[in-house]
């Protein structure tokens, strides 16, 4: 059985220095999928705007300046309040959003609780794949294995 953590909250997309909009977002983790979050942006389309990285971007920029590349994360102040702002570029664009860090923080709490780190892979089931993949094959003879797979250059009626 798997855990999703959400959590509803309001971003607000930085225009400008003195301008912001506030974009309603669901933050989702899911731990059939543990190195990652998911943040949905509800821009008043028939489809929202998903944006997925890995969490530990996400926790570690809520301390200190991370990430490079399409999504860079760094704790801030603005107006004498704590926020995550996280940068996102694609081809379509760039945004640059702001986000309560109290929120984030206890969201990023309640999936740390779901999957500790370190324990993500023991949610995706790796070990046991590849014990299955790697046990031996009922009725699989080993003298299969030891032939030789390539002809010899000889042949057989000495041509």
């Known amino acids: 059985m798997h855990t999703v953590v959400e959590r ?9 220095p003195e301008h912001s909009i506030p974009v309603p977002a669901r933050l989702t983790y899911r731990s059939d999928d543990p190195y990652a979050v998911q943040i949905t942006f509800h821009i008043g389309s028939d489809h929202p705007v998903s944006w997925t990285f890995a969490r530990e971007l996400l926790v570690e920029g809520v301390f200190r300046p991370c990430g490079h590349g399409d999504v860079r994360v760094w704790p801030t102040k603005v107006a004498g309040r704590s926020v995550v702002l996280m940068a996102l570029s694609s081809p379509d664009g760039d945004a640059l959003l702001e986000a309560p860090t109290a929120q984030v923080s206890a969201w990023l709490e309640h999936t740390l609780r779901a999957v500790p780190p370190g324990f993500e892979a023991q949610q995706l089931g790796l070990d046991e794949g590849l014990a299955e993949l790697l046990a031996p094959t009922p009725g699989c003879h080993d003298e299969l294995w030891l032939r030789d797979p390539w002809p010899s250059d000889e042949s057989a009626d000495g041509e």
């Open 8 to 16: 509803e909250l309001e971003l607000n997309l930085v225009v400008s």
